[in-house]
């Protein structure tokens, strides 16, 4: 941290608290039933689907989408080419309510996983939730440090602290009443961050005369305006064909395996009602393209006002922290308090998402097979909480193990980190669905598949790319290797 910002406030720091100890009460009020696993970790399965979706929405978007979309635009070559990753994102959503919803549904599972171990065996299972809580922690472990690294600019914390409180408050409402709180308290925050995005927007174009037309004349003379790119080259990370074929790929994986999505998705009252929350989740890329255009007004302001010579240097080696920054030496105290409670919103909801799925994770499939097989439902809901402890402080520590590795830049390194194993997973998910494969020919393509994610990475091939090709090789290898199919 070789530079922060002192000027927080009083002010600020009393929204700041008021919003958390306000999320915190209201999520009190409004925890589900704990006395059962069934009701800790899905809900009693009785969530409205609104509810449901604007969890979804909260639990993806995340600090990175506050900090790192406008510091894509606002960083050296920096344009608004991110804008094609929204058109996978929303493919992605429309292909898990085709392809994955109702299969889900018709079985009574906690997680993919189980879905996976009924459909082909049980090792399958064991095998998928490793790979999940290994993709998990690392992109978890990232988010984590966006959202710190935004409380640390803003107020001059140390870093260590800034994760601290985040962890804890994470970890209190996970705790306080499992996944029916973190989905209500989810609500909030989605309220919250997307009227902080909007109202960030607003602010920055009345600083300019001529309002949006004047930034994007700016914008324009600096070539930040290209959204389209047709190229062919497999090492650019912002293409269409990585938005429509990689990063579709990447959303279906994420809403399919990964505990944090999928978990939310099995709360609702029927597969329909998980269709139409995903629907409406496919709505939260609107939320991209208002911090795209923020970046756009940033790249316009500071071209009027230069950043200080040290400032501008911190802000091109790590171009994350530039929206933080004209929050709280821009906005007036008060508006910037409500604005930073807002990141916060975006941070604190993936996280506690996150504890909520691998602690379920870890104690319903591992924990329960191998360690307690027949212990009262009580001393499951105790291991849950315990867990939800330790994998709090898990994240915490692997947060300050990335800050090393942001260089590159928070979004990409978030959007990155699991992709060395949710191929393959999705590959596993899409075995079962069709009765597909077994043990051995399985185990052999998923490592089959991790080593052509690292033969990727050896020829710099855009991330995005890995999912679908770590699928396609994991789906291939394995059924070649399995000497017969469940039927």
């Not at 997680?111 to 690392?138: C, K, T």
């Not at 990141?343 to 998402?353: K, P, V």
């Not at 679908?468 to 394995?478: E, I, M, R, W």
Request: proline share 2%; glycine share 10%.
């Amino acid at each position: 941290m070789e530079q922060t910002i002192t000027s927080f406030g009083w002010l600020n720091w009393s929204i700041l608290i008021f919003f958390l100890a306000g999320t915190t009460l209201f999520g009190h009020l409004s925890r589900g039933d704990t006395s059962s696993i069934r009701g800790f970790f899905l809900g009693g399965r009785k969530m409205p689907w609104w509810a449901v979706g604007g969890s979804i929405v909260a639990t993806q978007a995340s600090a990175l989408t506050f900090i790192s979309v406008p510091a894509a635009v606002f960083m050296d070559g920096g344009d608004l080419s991110y804008l094609q990753m929204t058109f996978g994102f929303i493919l992605g959503n429309f292909l898990m309510a085709l392809i994955f919803i109702k299969a889900y549904y018709k079985e009574e599972i906690y997680s993919p996983y189980d879905f996976m171990g009924n459909r082909i065996e049980p090792r399958v299972a064991q095998l998928a939730r490793f790979l999940f809580m290994l993709g998990a922690v690392m992109s978890q472990g990232v988010r984590l440090l966006s959202t710190a690294l935004v409380l640390s600019v803003v107020t001059g914390l140390n870093l260590g602290v800034c994760v601290m409180i985040i962890g804890v408050f994470s970890m209190i409402w996970t705790l306080m009443g499992g996944i029916t709180t973190v989905i209500w308290t989810d609500v909030v925050q989605f309220c919250v961050f997307t009227s902080g995005a909007l109202f960030s927007l607003l602010w920055i174009c009345n600083i300019f005369s001529g309002g949006i037309r004047e930034i994007l004349e700016i914008a324009d003379e600096k070539a930040k305006l290209v959204i389209i790119d047709l190229s062919l080259d497999p090492r650019k990370t912002y293409t269409l064909w990585v938005g429509l074929f990689g990063c579709s790929i990447f959303q279906l994986g994420q809403n399919a395996i990964d505990q944090v999505s999928t978990q939310r998705l099995m709360c609702c009252k029927s597969a329909r009602d998980a269709q139409k929350s995903l629907l409406l989740a496919a709505t939260g890329v609107s939320l991209n393209y208002l911090m795209l255009t923020v970046g756009l007004g940033l790249v316009a302001f500071y071209h009027i006002n230069p950043l200080p010579a040290e400032t501008a240097q911190l802000m091109a080696r790590e171009a994350d922290r530039i929206f933080p920054y004209f929050i709280v030496t821009e906005i007036p105290p008060g508006i910037s308090g409500l604005i930073i409670a807002a990141l916060f919103a975006a941070g604190i909801s993936t996280l506690d998402s996150a504890l909520a799925a691998l602690s379920q994770t870890s104690i319903s499939g591992i924990y329960r097979s191998y360690f307690r097989k027949d212990a009262t439902e009580q001393h499951y809901l105790k291991a849950s909480r315990i867990s939800v402890i330790l994998w709090a402080i898990i994240l915490s520590a692997l947060a300050f193990f990335f800050h090393s590795l942001s260089s590159e830049g928070l979004l990409k390194l978030g959007l990155k980190v699991p992709g060395y194993v949710y191929g393959s997973l999705l590959g596993i998910a899409l075995l079962a669905l069709f009765g597909k494969g077994n043990w051995t020919g399985i185990v052999t393509g998923t490592v089959f598949s991790i080593a052509a994610v690292i033969g990727l990475q050896v020829l710099n091939v855009s991330f995005f790319w890995w999912y679908p090709v770590a699928c396609v090789v994991l789906v291939g290898v394995s059924l070649l290797f399995s000497k017969g199919d469940r039927t």
